[in-house]
């Protein structure tokens, strides 16, 4: 028997802190206590996933969260989702602007070229228009050439400040996927704020070769997509995980004295159903019904922290 | 190729030697949290790929190190309410990146065990010499991260090999947690004849299997925890039981989960006939009071 090779034995990242230079470790209770306008103990941040999944996208090196899932030509799964972005995100917007909800649109770059009106809805909305790439076909991921991938955020990023301009101040990269390089570049279109990574409740400064960009906290295990959908769970678990993910973050808030910051990760063609709307509605009720929230969008909770650092 | 583990006896749930526990408690409830590290970017291994996506893994990885940043602390300050210990399943190399961490541990009185050196590094296809020195190297570092002496061991991803407990027992491991075939502790035959236990885990009650694979919300999380315990803790009347519950902190230690954690915690608790244990502690007693009677039972068929 041979075993494994010698270098399985070595462990040349073993130290301190971090095994990559993106960030040093850092723990949460002994973060440094942010205040929100107002006083507010939570950020609500409801980030709405304006997400466009081609028919043909790739399926390798794996599928994306609610990609294809049936033989091409699937317009079941096409048009499934497509329902989010002609019918299910104006009900959110209903919902979230009857309530003085704010949001921020992580859109499909192509989505600006497809459903140009979408856009201009958006901006009326009075969302914050952030980029999620190009569209759910084009993954950012360790496989891609550099050269593609440059291109497909410099085309993504003229489309969203072709429409935008300079309110365009996020990234979030589909399927919280990356390559290595996927911050600098990101980075270095001159994008603030990233909300691939899921490892923190509350922002922190993240580096890249062109400058430091902002991670915010945008779960993925709490989000609709992957609760109601990939896990088949009832509405009202996502609900009830919400309110009690409310609850904890409140309690820590008044502890510590810290805000905290709630994040809503919710998907159109989900959330934005009629089945599940008014359940949407009641459940943003519960959480301006605990009251010292303060609604904002990504760059807003952004920037009262950054102010506040250093 | 094993057609099975070979590491124990039939012992069918009846008449077994009883098991009592300290102060005539029912059952040995320990609480086991896995505290991880998954490599930004680990070398691969034949039987298994340490990350589903290509490297870098963002998701998975972060997703991971929401734990140790986040989670580890709500998790620990809520044990620490509710008067339960930890016995930490540790990816050793933690003492290094995070020894705050271990700081942490040590303030609570948790034991620590070792879960190898890091979880994106598996034993399958390790030469025995290879996992020894691997066995060595994480009781060394325990030592010098807290003093303790690594009496308990869990494979990195329960990624044991063929020869992996004996090669436990023959280092002096007390007990492994590689096997989920009872629901209290049993010997391990091991090729030498060295003494090895095993204690019960839990992949029934483990976190990442519920949230993660069985699609739970944490509501039904805390039910079925309880209920678990409540059978234990009735059948616990006539020969003590053992309940692990192994949680990782970037699953429970989330905002929507944590409050689940303090509901069973709370339950088990409100119970006197509890023995809130560590593993070492299950261990030792069940070598010190059970191990000769139920080793003498086995040679005699089990009658």
Redesign the interface.
Known sequence: ?????D???V?P????????DRYP?????RTKAVQWPGGARIALWVAVHAGHFPMDMPLK??TAPGGMERPYPSFWDFTQRDYGNRIGIYRLMQAMGSRGVKGTALISAMLAREYPVLMDDIAKAGWEPACAGLDMAHLH???IAEADERAWIALATSLLRGRFGDAVQGWH?P??????RTPDIVAGAGYAWTS??????MPYAFATEAGTLTAMPL????ADQR?LHQ???ATE?FV???L??????DA?AEATGSGRILTVSVTPWLMGQPHRIRAFGAMLDAILARGSVWSATGSEIMQAWRAQQG | MLKTPGHYDFMPWRRRPRITWPNGARIAFWVAPNIEHYEYDPPPNARRMPWPRPVPDVSGYSWRDYGNRAGFWRMADVMARHGVRGSVSLNVAVCDHYPEIVERCCELGWELFSHGTYNTRYFYGMTEEQQRAVIRENRETILRASGQSMDGWLTPAISNDETTQHILAEEGILYTLDLLHDDQPTPIRTRGGQRLVSIPYSLEVNDVPLFVMRNTPPDRYAAICKAQFDLLYEEGAESGTVMCLPIHPYLIGQPHRIAALGEVLRHVTGHDKVWLATGREIARHYIDHHLAAHEAWIAEGTP
Not at chain 1, 175 to 180: G, N, P, Q, V
């Open positions: 028997m041979t075993g494994l090779p270098d399985y034995f462990y990242k073993r130290g301190r802190g971090m095994d990559h470790y850092r723990i949460l209770p090196p794996f991921h360790g496989g990269s399927a919280h996927s990356e390559s290595h691939g990574w899921l490892n923190d409740d779960p993925q295990d709490l609760m896990q088949n769970m678990d009830n995980a919400v009690a993910a409310h609850a904890a973050l820590e």
